[in-house]
């Protein structure tokens, strides 16, 4: 199988997100999306409801984009977010029993989740206004809609994520968050909400959170926790009194993989649960008074289980795949009853399917087959085999190689791909890391996974910090010469990608060392310095071991930054970025292009307007495939040959 090939396979898989089990718990509610649309055609996602009994059909046919089905906690109501009616910004919209749609209330901003209230009278919505922008998770990308900005303005105008109550009789728009907080997640209880905010309304300011009891008739704002790391997950229970949530170090928004705490509202008493045990769980809900479901990573799979509120971990189970709609959270769907669990399940050789099993029964019972075609139809599916080595200081590590099928006796060309965040890891998956286009054009694919990265505990999790292109950088290379002794890679045939944090790795690789033979950073990052001031998170405080107005942690962005380390460059480098991008600026691909050219080294650079963090048009998509297949091989095949 070649490239085009496998590319017009990849590009047959649906996407699912947003599941959650409807009221009556016999079915259950997903967003469903392709792959990836074409140019100029926007994202066609659908609400679409799986039966129990195992039927399927889709509930809306937008135009654009519909998603995030909560089902009314009476009746047949759905509701759901769409931008049906103005591209780009997301409205509230009920479906009722009938499959009639209309818009309800009147929201300034777009809306990022949907909560009904109790009585099924009302909805909570979280919207974000014009001019914030996504993180990296979802594109990093300014939220604007209407005409076309001119000019761009950027200031610290109160411009919020907001919270809002709509009534389902009439749709009366009223907010009630807090007038000068922005809010990144919340939980209802019986007075308001329980929320986590920050006065810094960029993403910066996520970074710095804290967790405070909104009274909803006041608007008022009461400081629960504060907390030196990142928050999310909060589930509170059903009188409102206490809250489940996770906190850890997390490298981006959506990523957090951390301890499970419980804080009584009343007292301020906090408890610490089984962190000894699971560190790195990603998903909270209540299952009763004194227990809590929950889900998370481990190793290169996924634990999900059930714990009291002494610690004592009821049942677990572990499971050599993704529990989630992404490798960010893993996640769980509880039936109403709490006999049955959900989930979206991805496994190698096998994309993702929304699964069901009794709660704490073994196997899993597949009710949909959105992917079916290509899990049975992939042509030449590679060998995915997982590996483990030592890394600096004899550190266990895991990851996985990719063998395309009919390759021959070795060692081979191979591209070791870098995953991001750094607070990610490669699991078991469908694609662990984007290695299926390369291993069809014939290359064994590396992706390693090394420390700071989640599933072995917020111990390795937090091991990078302060040590960025560190350690972690001779982990990898230790996985590399792994790869060597097993007579899967030519030494002398190495390439090296990644994306994000992973581009930054791979163009430390660039300044640092001859070891490749050709380099493609995406998205990356050349200067520590000037990314932190240019780009929107915070990021860079925590990765170079605190605050950059400090002079040991501002010595070590400096230190390890790529573009200060070039001195005698020979890799050639192809830099893919997108041009709004709000991560990784475009500005840090420019920079290390013109580095790499004034020290005479063969570079090229390649952006994508209207993309972000994430390369989202199917053309840009195959376009930059294309692109990095022809870099390596002409650099680690027509080279070597000649």
Not at 215 to 239: E, I, K, N, P, Y
Not at 442 to 450: A, E, L, R, S
Not at 480 to 500: F, K, Y
């Amino acid at each position: 199988m070649d490239l085009p090939e496998a590319v017009r396979w990849l590009d047959r898989l649906r996407t699912i997100t947003d599941l959650s089990f409807d009221t009556g718990g016999d079915a259950l509610l997903a967003t469903v999306s392709p792959a990836s649309p074409p140019k100029g055609v926007p994202l066609a996602s659908r609400i679409w409801r799986f039966g129990l009994d195992g039927t399927a059909s889709a509930l809306t046919d937008g135009p654009n984009s519909d998603a995030l089905p909560k089902a009314s906690p009476h009746g047949h109501d759905i509701a759901f977010a769409s931008d049906r009616i103005t591209l780009g910004k997301r409205d509230l919209f009920l479906l009722d029993g009938e499959g009639g749609v209309r818009k309800l209330g009147d929201l300034p901003g777009s809306v990022e989740d949907i909560q009904w209230t109790p009585d099924g009278q009302g909805l909570v919505v979280l919207s974000a206004d014009r001019g914030l922008n996504g993180g990296a998770t979802t594109g990093a990308t300014r939220l604007w809609w209407g005409k076309d900005e001119d000019p761009e303005v950027t200031s610290p105008r109160p411009a919020l994520r907001r919270l809002f109550h709509v009534t389902l009789d009439g749709g009366r728009t009223t907010e009630v968050g807090p007038p000068d907080l922005t809010v990144w997640e919340f939980a209802l209880t019986p007075e308001g909400a329980v929320a986590v905010v920050s006065r810094d309304a960029s993403e910066r300011g996520w970074y710095h959170p804290e967790l405070v009891r909104i009274d909803f008739s006041t608007r008022v704002a009461q400081v629960a926790h504060r907390t030196a790391w990142q928050l999310q997950g909060l589930s509170a229970d059903t009188m409102g009194r206490r809250v489940a949530f996770l906190e850890g170090w997390s490298s981006d928004r959506g990523l957090v993989a951390g301890e499970m705490r419980v804080l009584d509202l009343d007292t301020g008493a906090l408890s610490v649960l089984a962190a000894d045990r699971q560190s790195n769980v990603t998903a909270l809900q209540w299952r009763d008074d004194d227990s809590l479901w929950f889900t998370g990573w481990r190793n290169l799979g996924t634990v999900h289980g059930v714990v009291r509120l002494t610690g004592e971990i009821v049942w677990q189970r572990e499971d050599d795949a993704i529990l989630g709609e992404n490798p960010y959270v893993a996640r769980i769907a509880v039936s109403p009853d709490g006999q049955a669990v959900a989930a979206i399940r991805e496994a190698i050789g096998e994309p993702q399917e929304v699964v069901l099993r009794g709660a704490q029964e073994q196997g899993w019972h597949r009710l949909s087959d959105l992917n079916g075609e290509v899990a049975r139809g992939y042509p030449d599916y590679p060998e995915i085999r997982k590996i483990g080595w030592n890394g600096r200081d004899g550190l266990p590590l895991e990851g996985f190689v990719y063998i395309p099928r009919r390759l021959g006796s070795g060692p081979h060309p191979m591209v070791v791909n870098i995953h991001g965040g750094p607070c990610m890891s490669t699991k078991h998956a469908f694609d662990p890391y984007n290695g299926l286009a390369l291993a069809a054009a014939g290359y064994v694919v590396f992706v390693p996974n090394y420390r700071g990265n989640v599933g072995w505990g917020q111990a390795i999790t937090r091991m990078n910090l302060g040590d960025p292109a560190g350690a972690e950088f001779d982990d990898i290379l230790a996985g590399v010469e792994r790869c060597v002794a097993l007579g899967l890679a030519d030494p002398d045939r190495l390439g090296i990608t990644g994306h994000s944090y992973g581009g930054y790795l791979s163009a430390w690789a660039v300044a640092a060392t001859d070891r490749f033979k050709a380099a493609v950073p995406v998205s990356s990052i050349c200067d520590q310095l000037s990314s932190h001031y240019s780009c929107e998170h915070d990021f860079h405080e925590f990765i170079n071991g605190g605050s950059l107005r400090l002079e040991a942690h501002r010595r070590i962005a400096v230190e390890r930054s790529p573009l200060n380390r070039l001195e005698s460059p020979t890799t050639p480098t192809l830099l893919i970025q997108g041009r709004e991008d709000r991560c990784t600026p475009v500005g840090q691909a420019q920079e290390f292009y013109a580095a790499l050219r004034e020290c005479g080294v063969e570079a090229e650079l390649v952006v994508y307007p209207r993309e972000g963090h994430f390369l989202s048009e199917t053309e840009h998509r195959h376009d930059a495939l294309s692109r990095q297949v022809e870099w390596f091989d002409r650099h680690l095949r027509q080279t070597a040959r000649a």
